[in-house]
């Protein structure tokens, strides 16, 4: 059974410019979580999505917004990107919403900004 | 203000001893405590979950502990491997269950 896949891995892109990373949670996932990680520090949360509806949100600017689909997959979107944007955007995904079983990470997609 | 502290320095342990993270939150009431292992350019991979009324759980050669009147959670990991070398991550829940929020993290370097 495939694991959490995100895409793209890498991606280097401009200040200003506006990015968006994709996200596909196990299969029978309903739940799909966000996290931002900066160098040398823990995940900190963005969004999580559950049964396609936005059920929390971080302490992230308007800048960042997300969606989940019907088939749960899901895009997290990043406008006006600036220097300090630059980090690996975690997407975890669990059967429920609530930590009671862990979460599935995927390997996460390494944004630069520059 | 709400904190979740790890230990900064890594630990640096031989193989076949017992490795003991310490993390320690304050200003939280988690309901639940858990712990992930972190491998470089990697997710984190979830490796145990503690509920705030168990004050043990175990895992093959793992051990957590959860004392909520210290605020603190202990990750032992027992005859330790050099294939243990990793950043181990606790994380507790807030706001309803809804997300987890992350120590920063203890390197572990398990030596031969």
């Known amino acids: 059974d495939a694991g959490v896949t995100q895409s793209p891995t890498h991606l280097i892109k401009t200040r200003g410019q506006h990015v968006t990373l994709r996200c596909s949670p196990i299969?029978?996932?309903?739940?799909v979580s966000w996290y931002q990680q900066v160098l040398g520090q823990g995940p900190q949360f963005i969004f999580q999505?559950?049964?396609?509806?936005?059920?929390g949100r971080g302490n992230f600017p308007d800048r960042f917004s997300a969606r989940q689909f019907p088939n749960y997959s899901s895009e997290l979107n990043v406008n006006a990107l600036l220097l300090g944007d630059s980090a690996l955007y975690l997407c975890?995904?669990?059967?429920?919403?609530?930590?009671?079983?862990?979460?599935?990470f995927g390997s996460g997609t390494r944004l630069t900004v520059v | 203000s709400q904190k979740i502290e790890q230990n900064s320095e890594a630990l640096n342990i031989q193989e076949g001893k017992t490795a003991t993270l310490t993390c320690n939150y304050t200003n939280y009431s988690p309901a639940y405590l858990q712990w992930y292992r972190q491998d470089p350019g990697r997710g984190p991979v979830f490796l145990l979950l503690?509920?705030?009324?168990?004050k043990e759980k175990r895992k093959e050669r793992l051990k957590v502990t959860f004392d909520t009147t210290l605020k603190q959670s202990l990750f032992h990991i027992t005859a330790s491997q050099p294939a243990d070398s990793a950043t181990y991550l606790c994380?507790?829940?807030?706001?309803?269950?809804?997300?987890?929020?992350f120590g920063a993290g203890t390197r572990l370097a398990v030596h031969p």
């Open positions: 503690i509920r705030e009324n168990e």
């Open positions: 299969s029978g996932h309903k739940s």
């Open positions: 975890a995904s669990s059967p429920r919403q609530g930590p009671l079983y862990g979460y599935t």
């Open positions: 994380a507790l829940e807030s706001g309803g269950y809804n997300k987890l929020i």
């Open positions: 999505y559950y049964e396609k509806e936005e059920r």
